[in-house]
């Protein structure tokens, strides 16, 4: 069974940081594309960061390219976001996300954690 599962998340003031962990089970790790995505109160979820397979690629939301971090450990089966300088804007639920072929599938799907909140306030 295909299993991500966030932790990390919590209150912090403005210019914190914090570090989110995805842990993933259930399927061969090292062949899927992660992610981070996010979703505040009464907006769409958005993508955060990503990273390819290998970890050799990422690509961030203009939003916070400078202050997050998105890394992995294959061996691991884990993916991580590092947040620096946290602002306001950046309070949403945040969920790991996974891009490849699930065990038995022929095709690829998204698979999401169940979330993690993250709360900036003074």
């Known amino acids: 069974q295909v299993q991500l599962v966030e932790t990390g998340g919590g209150l912090v003031q403005p210019g914190g940081s914090l570090r989110l962990s995805c842990a993933a089970s259930?399927?061969?790790?090292?062949?899927?594309?992660m992610s981070w995505y996010r979703q505040a109160p009464g907006k769409e979820r958005e993508l955060v960061a990503r990273?390819?397979?290998?970890?050799?690629?990422?690509n961030y939301a203009d939003s916070v390219k400078g202050r997050f971090t998105i890394s992995r450990d294959n061996a691991k089966n884990t993916v991580y976001l590092v947040m620096n300088s946290l602002k306001l804007e950046d309070t949403a639920v945040y969920y790991c996300?996974?891009?490849?072929?699930?065990?038995?599938?022929?095709?690829?799907?998204?698979?999401w954690g169940q979330g993690t909140q993250v709360t900036v306030s003074s």
């Open positions: 990273i390819s397979s290998t970890g050799s690629m990422t």
């Open positions: 259930g399927f061969t790790f090292s062949t899927y594309a």
């Open positions: 996300n996974g891009f490849g072929k699930p065990p038995g599938s022929y095709y690829a799907q998204n698979s």
